[in-house]
């Protein structure tokens, strides 16, 4: 069985060749092939993955989405799925395993665990970012802890932003990737609506 030795010839001058379009296979093989290419990427990635990078090991052809749908039909039965999350795609435990996955850890996931202050600093800086510490102090009607925004910044889920307009330019706070990841937003626009709060989120 003669399987691409025209397309590995590159790879065995040392040229490091990567066949993306699989022309030498049959479009089922193919398109199985990319599949398999796809979770293993994302398997491999501990963030969500974009579009172009997925791309690069898939023929030019190939749709991404039309790839993503065949992969999450065959994990419907599965205890985990493929998940669209901030702008990319990424594999997690579905949520009625979740008390499942604290059990056999005895963690408790505290390393995501907030105080209500933490989670009422965390909505505020994603509502209103970028917003700086005296803008947190004018919501909350008191100071917000440095230790507290220190703690926010340790778990990855708030992040310098730029300078304020304020006397001084002190820095501002602006909520990151992991912010949105862990959340199950795709973007700051997916965030729920606030009466209280007048202003879209950029």
């Known amino acids: 069985m003669t399987v691409g030795t025209r397309k590995r010839k590159p790879a ?11 022309d030498d296979l049959p479009q089922a093989l193919r398109w199985r092939e990319w599949m398999g290419r796809i979770e293993a990427v994302l398997f491999a990635s501990a963030s969500p993955v974009g579009r172009e990078d997925l791309a690069r090991v ?4 190939a749709s991404i989405e039309m790839l993503i749908e065949d992969i999450q ?24 395993f979740a008390d499942a ?10 390393s995501l665990a907030f105080t209500e202050m933490e989670m009422g600093v965390l909505c ?20 917000v802890s440095r230790d507290l925004l220190a703690r926010l ?23 990151t990737e992991t912010f949105l990841v862990t959340f199950d937003l795709q973007s700051l626009r997916d965030l729920p609506d606030l009466e209280l709060h007048g202003d879209q989120p950029s």
């Open 58 to 61: 898939v023929g030019q052809g």
């Open 73 to 96: 039909a065959e994990l419907t039965d599965r205890p985990y799925e493929l998940a669209q999350v901030a702008g990319g795609w990424m594999f997690r435990t579905k949520t009625q």
């Open 153 to 175: 910044r340790y778990k990855d889920l708030i992040a310098s932003g730029p300078r304020s307009p304020r006397s001084g330019a002190p820095h501002t706070f602006v909520t």
């Open 12 to 22: 065995e001058e040392g040229g490091g060749f990567f066949d993306r379009e699989l």
């Open 124 to 143: 505020a800086i994603a509502y209103h970012q970028p917003i700086d510490r005296a803008g947190l102090a004018d919501i909350f009607g008191k100071e």
């Open 101 to 110: 996955i604290k059990a056999a850890a005895d963690l408790g996931d505290q």
